[in-house]
Each structure stands twice: as C-alpha cells, then as structure tokens.
Nanobody, 121 residues
Framework: QVQLEESGGGLVQPGRSLRLSCVAS????????MGWYRQAPGKQRELVAT???????NYADSLKGRFTISRDNTKNTVYLQMNSLKPEDTAVYYC???????????????WGQGTQVTVSS
C-alpha cells in the first residue's frame, strides 16, 4: 500500500498564499499521477489539479492562474501553491495518487487524510 500525508494547511487571510505538500510512502513502484482535491462544507469532493510523472498538469478551470501544482519525483512529493486565496477556497484539501498494480491492469487510488485550509478575515 501507499500512504499519503498532507501538510501546510491552516488559517490565512484573503489574498494571501499557502503551499501544501504531500509525501507518498510505502509500497511505491511507480506512481503515475498525483493530484489535489478539495471538499468544502456541504459540497462534494472536487478536482483541484493533477500532475503526471512526466509533468503534464490539469487544473479545474476556475483555479487556473491562482493555483499551481508541481512534483518532485525523487522525493515522491506533490505540492500545491495557492495564491490570491479567497474565502470560497475554504475546504479540506486531499492528496491523491494513482499507481498501477504490478503485473495487472488495475490502477490503485490512494488518498491522504486531508488538511484544512480556511480563508477568512
């Protein structure tokens, strides 16, 4: 199994920035895609951004230009730089990773426990 641990969340004023980190550990062979999702109160979990092992990125349309995802494959770590934060960005942010099971076509998905981001004055 793969374990994911997020860090970097907290309370921040509107307009400020935060950087989230997520470290993968455990039975790592080759993680294909890592990403960030978030879940606000009363809403379903939604995509924030993903990044492949080769560096290709995908963002939620509403977050393009403010959020940046990056990855350090040597450290099995994915980052989310969040700029110009707004109150509506308040949510629990979850790290995600996908890895194909050895000798199979099964793609395993792993989730971190989440880190709280609160944007408020």
């Amino acid at each position: 199994q793969v374990q994911l641990e997020e860090s970097g969340g907290g309370l921040v004023q509107p307009g400020r920035s935060l950087r989230l980190s997520c470290v993968a550990s455990g039975s790592i062979v080759s993680i294909n895609t890592m990403g960030w999702y978030r879940q606000a109160p009363g809403k379903q979990r939604e995509l924030v951004a993903t990044i492949t092992s080769g560096g290709s990125t995908n963002y939620a349309d509403s977050l393009k230009g403010r959020f940046t995802i990056s990855r350090d494959n040597t450290k099995n770590t994915v980052y989310l730089q969040m700029n110009s934060l707004k109150p509506e960005d308040t949510a629990v942010y979850y790290c995600n990773a996908q890895q194909r099971r050895k000798f199979t076509v099964i793609l395993d998905t792993y989730w971190g426990q989440g880190t709280q981001v609160t944007v408020s004055s």
